[in-house]
C-alpha cells in the first residue's frame, strides 16, 4: 500500500481518507442506519465533525464503533501511525518521531491489528500449491538452477537451498541433493 506523504499531509485529506477507509459505504449513523438524516452537531475539533441523526438523536463522529474510536489524535498523526505501520516501522522509532508514548502507541498499535486478525480473508486460496516467492533471501537468485553458496553466520558455508525443501511440493529440490553430496564427498 503506498501512502504519498506529500498528499496526505492536509488535515481535511487525511481525515477524508480514514472516513473512506472506515466507512467505504459512506458515513451514516451507527444506531439507526439512515444517512438522510445526519446532520452536524458540533465543529470544535474541525474536520473531525461531530454528526447526529436526527431520528433516533444519536450523536457520532466517524470514529464511532471503529478502531479509532476514543483517539484523541488529529488525523494528520493517524495517517502517520497506519502509514508507519503498514511500512513495519518499529513502535519505538514511531514514538520518536511523534513525540508520543511508546507504551500508548503499541496498545493501539495492537488494536488496530486486532481488528485486522478479525476482519481478515478466510476464504481459501484458488490453488493448492503457494510458492512463497522472495520470503527466503538466501536460497540463491530468481531462476538459478543450482544453490548459490552463503556465508553462515557462524562462518561455515552453506547453500541457503540445501537447507530446505521446495516450496511448491514439499520435496528437496535438486539442488539440495546436489550440495549434499558435494559435502559428504
Request: hydrophobic share 30%; charged share 30%.
Amino acid at each position: 500500500m503506498d501512502f504519498p506523504i506529500a498528499d496526505l499531509m492536509d488535515e481535511k485529506s487525511c481525515y477524508d481518507k480514514l472516513v473512506q477507509w472506515l466507512h467505504p459505504g459512506g458515513l451514516n449513523c451507527p444506531e439507526c442506519h439512515d444517512d438522510d438524516q445526519v446532520r452536524v452537531h458540533r465543529r470544535e475539533r474541525d474536520p473531525i465533525l461531530d454528526l447526529r441523526c436526527w431520528r433516533c438523536n444519536r450523536v457520532f463522529n466517524a470514529y464511532t464503533g471503529t478502531a479509532l474510536q476514543g483517539t484523541k489524535r488529529r488525523p494528520v498523526q493517524l495517517m502517520l501511525i497506519i502509514r508507519g505501520f503498514a511500512q513495519g516501522v518499529t513502535t519505538a522509532r514511531l514514538a520518536r518521531e511523534l513525540a508520543c508514548d511508546r507504551m500508548e502507541l503499541l496498545k493501539f498499535r495492537h488494536r488496530l491489528q486486532g481488528g485486522a486478525f478479525l476482519g481478515r480473508d478466510l476464504d481459501p486460496l484458488e490453488d493448492r500449491t503457494v510458492e512463497a516467492d522472495e520470503a527466503y533471501q538466501n536460497s540463491g537468485e530468481k531462476g538459478s538452477r543450482t544453490a548459490t553458496p552463503t556465508t553462515r553466520r557462524d562462518g561455515g558455508r552453506t547453500s541457503g537451498a540445501a537447507m530446505g525443501r521446495s516450496r511448491t511440493t514439499g520435496r528437496r529440490s535438486a539442488g539440495s541433493s546436489a550440495a549434499r553430496r558435494g559435502r559428504s564427498g
